[in-house]
């Protein structure tokens, strides 16, 4: 596995396999790697003659007073886990050289940024849509992997590359879940042990949610109520948001009548953790 830490080189690498003809599969992530992370450099692999895989914590995306600063990381443990997933080429930018002093270019996709995560995070998009763009431009993919695990991060890179007439395919994976449910997830390491117990009120909220509409039961409101109910028998749980959505526009559904998104957002501990799943109905 090729390590590099100069956007330069990146750049000139991949020109050489774009002119050798070399399809490029690109996933990037913010290190503290796990098995959903896995998922995405398998599916990388399969489609492509080369797999790059970006470690960036962005400082962009945090607000002031988020977890910026003790996000985890850990490099070599990282290093490790890429070169034996097979990842090709290891791409380690600094903050630095992506944000020079001077730097004021930022991308901003409107609408579906206002909802859900964007009315607690204000800014977080703008620096996931920017560093990513930056990240495109720099690896030129020919496709792109994301996790369904932060769908409205999928959903935003989806709209900025056909607003913007990107010429790579997202390619999105489903979520990785622990044994008990809970979606791995590198801030999962935030949670104390009694934490990392509530934690899987998540997992139980959304899988009621799916058992309600399964058994006929339509008007979210209902549904809602009842993931709220079993998220605060968690002491230790502040809910941010509960959404039944349309999965294209992240705008509430009133009444499930085709494809509908639940959506949440919890803070346990330190720890914010977001999850979410398809609702069906034919
Ligand atoms: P992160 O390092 O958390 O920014 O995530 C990098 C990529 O991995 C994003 O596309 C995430 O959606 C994806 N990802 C994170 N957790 C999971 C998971 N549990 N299952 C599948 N994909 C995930």
Not at 189 to 202: I, M, N, P, Q, W
Not at 259 to 264: D, I, T, Y
């Amino acid at each position: 596995m090729k390590i590099i830490t100069s956007i330069s080189d990146m750049h000139k690498v991949s020109l050489v396999l774009k002119r050798e003809g070399r399809t490029i599969g690109f996933v990037p992530t913010m290190g503290a790697l796990h098995k959903g992370h896995v998922t995405l450099i398998d599916k990388a692999k399969r489609e492509n003659n080369k797999v790059v895989l970006s470690i960036f914590v962005n400082p962009i995306q945090f607000a002031p007073g988020e977890d910026y600063h003790s996000y985890p990381r850990d490099k070599e443990r990282d290093e490790i886990m890429a070169s034996q997933s097979g990842v090709d080429i290891l791409f380690l930018p600094s903050a630095d050289e992506m944000y020079p002093d001077g730097y004021e270019t930022f991308v901003n996709v409107e609408g579906i940024t206002e909802l859900l995560c964007g009315k607690f995070r204000h800014g977080h998009f703008k620096g996931v849509a920017t560093v990513v763009l930056k990240l495109f431009n720099i690896v030129m993919p020919d496709r792109a992997y994301f996790g369904e695990k932060d769908y409205q991060q999928m959903l935003v890179i989806k709209r900025m590359v056909n607003d913007l007439n990107l010429n790579i395919d997202i390619v999105s994976m489903p979520t990785i879940r622990e044994e008990d449910g809970l979606a791995m997830s590198s801030r999962n390491t935030y949670l104390d042990s009694g934490e990392r117990v509530s934690a899987v009120s998540l997992y139980k909220a959304l899988k009621t949610s799916e058992d309600m509409v399964k058994n006929g039961e339509r008007d979210t409101m209902k549904i809602i109520n009842e993931m709220e109910r079993i998220i605060r028998s968690e002491t230790a749980a502040k809910i941010d948001y509960i959404s039944i959505c349309d999965p294209d526009t992240l705008k509430d559904i009133k009444t499930i009548n085709g494809r509908a998104l639940a959506a949440l957002s919890v803070r346990i501990g330190n720890a914010r953790l977001i999850d979410n799943c398809m609702l069906g109905v034919k």
